[in-house]
């Protein structure tokens, strides 16, 4: 069977371009159900009046997302679903079941397997989630663990999307940024010994998504959000174009550890490109920013931290700024890990 040969390669196109590319094959939403589809962090199903259902799915690959010498079995479960959680964390969705598909290679031990699974019901029970099913496969390029998970909300209640972002309302984040990326480059580079070491890696390979600091945002009224899996100047920027405004960002008040700054000299590239953060990126009216931080502190968490303001978008449309300590604003690069380069 001959092989078409139109088109560019992927890797030429791009994560993001080929996404938009598939959404305009999709279509609009066939359904009114469907309340929200393509390009968000989740999408919405109303399967009855006054029930709403979330779902999300992510996928982890060896040596893309996660290697067998630096983490343990374990670590890749929890990892696998914790990337999962957040994508209903940015919605405000309260996670119910999981579904777990996994391609392995066949060299792997039973023991392995099983601690992977170990890891994820781990993390699931801290949640209320149910590993309620799955597929085996074989996967000869290497192990692949695939997750779907669902979660609900009521109707009535509004869930946070990328595109609800208005000018006025206050940029937050929901904890310091840049750790994980670290934790990927002392993993890299072996730097075993430096300050900040353990938790770094720990931010890297056993990241805690917010599902309850995403509930906290949407029942105080917040309504844009997403999930930082991409960096701040990657995942904001989709926000600002989701919602076609532009963002500021205060340099100074964008929550990066002394231990990433002490470190590594691009820190500022780790704490604000590098991804898999799984914090919550919110924006909000004054009044409800200072709700949000209420509820925080009556649940016992540290508040969120306010990095920036958005703002009307310009003549060349929606774009993300940064305002030094100097109070000098300029255009920043956007930039996310993506894959095939």
Request: positive net charge; charged residues 25%.
């Amino acid at each position: 069977m001959r092989v078409p040969s139109g088109g560019r390669l992927v890797k030429e196109v791009g994560e993001f371009p080929l996404i938009d590319m598939i959404d305009a094959v999709v279509g609009a939403p066939p359904s009114a159900r469907l309340r929200v589809g393509i390009g968000d962090d989740a999408a919405v199903w109303r399967p009855r009046p006054g029930r709403d259902l979330v779902l999300s799915t992510d996928m982890l690959v060896q040596d893309v997302h996660f290697r067998l010498d630096w983490m343990d079995w374990q670590a890749i479960g929890h990892k696998a679903l914790a990337a999962n959680l957040s994508d209903l964390a940015a919605m405000g969705a309260t996670p119910r079941l999981a579904f777990v598909s996994l391609g392995l290679v066949g060299s792997e031990r039973d023991r392995q397997v099983t601690d992977l699974y170990r890891g994820m019901t781990a993390l699931g029970r801290r949640f209320g989630v149910i590993v309620a099913g799955g597929d085996l496969s074989s996967s000869p390029g290497g192990v692949v663990v695939s997750v779907t998970v669902v979660g609900e909300t009521p109707a009535r209640r509004t869930v946070m999307t990328r595109a609800a972002a208005r000018p006025g309302d206050i940029i937050g984040v929901t904890g310091p940024l840049g750790m994980a990326a670290a934790g990927l480059r002392v993993f890299q580079q072996q730097l075993l010994t430096i300050d900040g070491s353990p938790a770094m890696r720990e931010a890297y390979s056993r990241p805690m998504p917010r599902v309850r600091e995403g509930r906290l945002l949407v029942r105080s009224g917040v309504r844009a959000a997403m999930d930082l899996s991409d960096g701040l100047l990657g995942d904001l920027p989709k926000l600002c174009q989701a919602s076609g405004v532009s963002a500021v960002i205060d340099v100074a008040r964008v929550p990066i550890a002394n231990a990433i700054k002490w470190n590594f000299s691009d820190w500022f590239d780790l704490g604000l490109r590098g991804g898999e953060d799984y914090e919550l990126l919110f924006t909000a009216p004054p009044a409800v920013f200072a709700r949000v931080c209420r509820a925080f502190r009556r649940a016992g968490l540290r508040g969120p931290w306010r990095i920036g303001e958005i703002v009307e978008a310009g003549k060349s449309g929606p774009e993300v700024k940064i305002r030094e300590a100097t109070g000098k604003v300029k255009p920043v690069e956007a930039g996310a890990y993506t894959h095939w380069g």
